[in-house]
């Protein structure tokens, strides 16, 4: 059993930024990739990023390249979301997700069905 707890939600202005993170309670070697969705209001869940823990390049929606750097840092079993340029349009509940090791079926990044535990989700409005 993983647990997933996201922290580093909030309130910021547009342009400005804000740093997810998300600790995972198993071990990295027991999970094989990690990914940032969110839920926008009246919105279904939508991927944001992702990277598998054995690296290579992150991955991301159009709408945030150039803006979210996601990184990852095995020792501390943790994956971070480097928000910036904040727009109104990035206002919602950010999900971090994990896929273990053991998971069946083929791994797509962007899908919400590759992962099988999910954090309870952290709240980022951006507003003035």
């Known amino acids: 059993q993983v647990q997933l707890v996201e922290s580093g939600g909030g309130l910021v202005q547009p342009g400005g930024s804000l740093r997810l993170s998300c600790v995972a309670s198993?071990?990295?070697?027991?999970?094989?990739?990690m990914g940032w969705f969110r839920r926008a209001p009246g919105k279904g869940r939508e991927f944001v990023a992702a990277?598998?823990?054995?690296?290579?390049?992150?991955s991301y929606r159009d709408s945030v390249k150039g803006r979210f750097t996601l990184s990852m840092d095995n020792a501390k079993n943790t994956v971070s979301l480097q928000m910036n340029s904040l727009e109104q349009e990035d206002t919602a509940v950010y999900y971090c997700?994990?896929?273990?090791?053991?998971?069946?079926?083929?791994?797509?990044?962007?899908?919400?069905?590759?992962?099988?535990?999910w954090g309870q989700g952290t709240q980022v409005t951006v507003s003035s």
């Open positions: 198993g071990r990295s070697s027991s999970m094989y990739a």
């Open positions: 990277q598998t823990w054995s690296g290579g390049t992150p």
């Open positions: 997700a994990t896929r273990s090791a053991s998971y069946g079926g083929r791994y797509y990044a962007a899908m919400e069905t590759s992962y099988n535990y």
